[in-house]
């Protein structure tokens, strides 16, 4: 197994990021809603504890992505599609959820079941308590995040499994379905990539200095006046920087910032289990990050940012002054 290291943002960027995750106030706060939740009151984390939590979540992710990986040809081969008893919507016409996420989701709570009994498990398809200040272990999964990439067969989608307590990431693990490399950090533990061929890469974030050259990942919801919103301000912010990019998979936008692909990602709108994972991720990498509390809804429509270091205060300001920082509730 060979171990390839990046050298930006490691050391104090990466346990200074760590420790604004685990406090719930990751980045620049103008006006941005996040976790009040005071570190001094989180439980301490073993390092004993976050291991075996961030094995569980990498052992849970795998094996789930494995199901999906050999399940999309099974659905949605030759005579099958959108149009088919595999695919219904949820809350909007475009937002379609499919068998193969249900089936992800169930098999991740079958194993959950038998590995951790009694422990609390919040799915987007299955649903679950919501995340507040409990300090008991609460498990956040996104079976397949992207599935409209899943459903067009574009490579970009994954399974998200977290670990949280208190409302903050202990242990997270994305794995990238098509390209199979899972991507995994536990709290104060750092962050790597680790592909099929046995290479684990230790991920850091981009080195970018300057905004007017940073490429910046984003999303847009499903509904039409979020949609709305959130195009208007693309239009204020894509002038004063590189280029957008926009992926399609929350989770895979973290995991892009983690290992520096982009310098930065904002959106409107995650659940808990859109950014579970992902953020934890990024912020071992050295991002800095603006989450809302584990127990807000996407509908809410906060927002989430991870920016490399040294662009993120003039992201902050940047997103400040495009109306980026209000909530966009789905109405």
């Not at 998200?160 to 409302?167: C, D, Q």
């Not at 962050?191 to 984003?218: I, K, M, N, Q």
């Not at 195009?231 to 992926?247: K, M, N, Q, S």
């Amino acid at each position: 197994m060979s171990y390839r290291t990046g050298n930006a943002c490691l050391g104090g960027a990466r346990q200074r990021s760590a420790r604004r995750l685990a406090a719930g106030i990751c980045g620049s706060d103008g006006g941005v809603p996040h976790s009040t939740r005071s570190a001094t009151h989180a439980v301490a984390e073993s390092p004993e504890t976050v291991a075996d939590l961030r094995r569980t979540a990498v052992e849970l992710a795998e094996r789930a992505a494995a199901h999906v990986r050999a399940r999309r040809p099974e659905v949605f081969g030759p005579g099958t599609g959108e149009g088919s008893d595999s695919v219904r919507t949820k809350s909007h016409a475009t937002d379609p959820v499919t068998v193969v996420d249900t089936e992800s989701e169930e098999l991740i709570r079958e194993l959950l079941a038998a590995q951790r009994p009694g422990e609390a498990i919040l799915g987007e398809e299955g649903g679950g308590s919501s995340l507040g200040a409990d300090d008991a272990v609460a498990w956040v999964v996104d079976p397949i995040d992207g599935t409209v990439n899943f459903l067009y067969g574009v490579p970009g989608y994954a399974v998200s499994v977290a670990a949280m307590r208190g409302g903050r990431s202990v242990a997270g693990a994305v794995v990238d379905v098509a390209h199979g490399v899972t991507y995994s950090a536990g709290l104060g533990a750092g962050a790597t990539a680790a592909s099929t061929d046995g290479a684990v890469e230790h991920l850091t974030c981009s080195p970018a200095a300057e905004l007017d050259l940073a490429l910046v990942a984003t999303g847009f919801a499903y509904g039409r006046g979020r949609r709305t919103r959130q195009a208007e301000i693309i239009g204020r912010v894509l002038p004063e920087i590189r280029d957008i990019r926009r992926f399609g998979a929350a989770a895979l936008d973290l995991c892009h910032v983690a290992a520096g692909r982009v310098d930065a990602y904002f959106e409107h709108g995650l659940n808990p289990w859109d950014w579970g994972a992902g953020a934890l991720i990024a912020a071992e990498a050295g991002a800095l990050l603006t989450l809302p509390p584990a127990s807000h809804t996407g509908a809410q429509g906060d927002l989430v940012v991870a920016a490399a270091p040294g662009i993120a205060d003039d992201l902050a300001a940047l997103l400040a002054a495009a109306g980026a920082t209000e909530p966009i509730p789905d109405e």
